[in-house]
């Protein structure tokens, strides 16, 4: 079994900065991939960053510049530094990771952490 378990989720006023940790217990999995996802109230789930074990990054559009996604893999933990944060970055934040085929077909997430950008 495997926990991801996020932490650093807060109230930031606009322009602003927060680290987001997620950190991966039990059984010991190199993950494929770790990302995070954010959910706002009325809306879909949406990727906003991912790192694959090898340290290939992507982000979303609207991230792009302002938050840096990167992983401890000694320590099988996940990072979101986000920077310059709007009140539209507001939303909870999950983290997601990939597990080879041969572990699980289905992704790990973890229970989330809220995000709160307001003056």
């Known amino acids: 079994q495997v926990q991801l378990v996020e932490s650093g989720g807060d109230l930031v006023q606009p322009g602003g900065s927060l680290r987001l940790s997620c950190a991966a217990s039990g059984r010991r999995i190199s993950f494929n991939a770790m990302g995070w996802y954010r959910q706002a109230p009325g809306k879909e789930r949406e990727l906003v960053a991912r790192?694959?074990?090898?340290?290939?990054?992507n982000y979303a559009d609207s991230v792009k510049g302002r938050f840096t996604i990167s992983r401890d893999n000694a320590k099988n933990t996940a990072y979101l530094q986000m920077n310059s944060l709007k009140p539209e970055d507001t939303a909870v934040y999950y983290c997601?990771?990939?597990?080879?085929?041969?572990?699980?077909?289905?992704?790990?997430w973890g229970q989330g952490t809220q995000v709160t950008v307001s003056s």
């Open positions: 790192i694959t074990i090898g340290g290939r990054t």
């Open positions: 997601n990771a990939e597990p080879p085929a041969y572990v699980s077909r289905d992704n790990y």
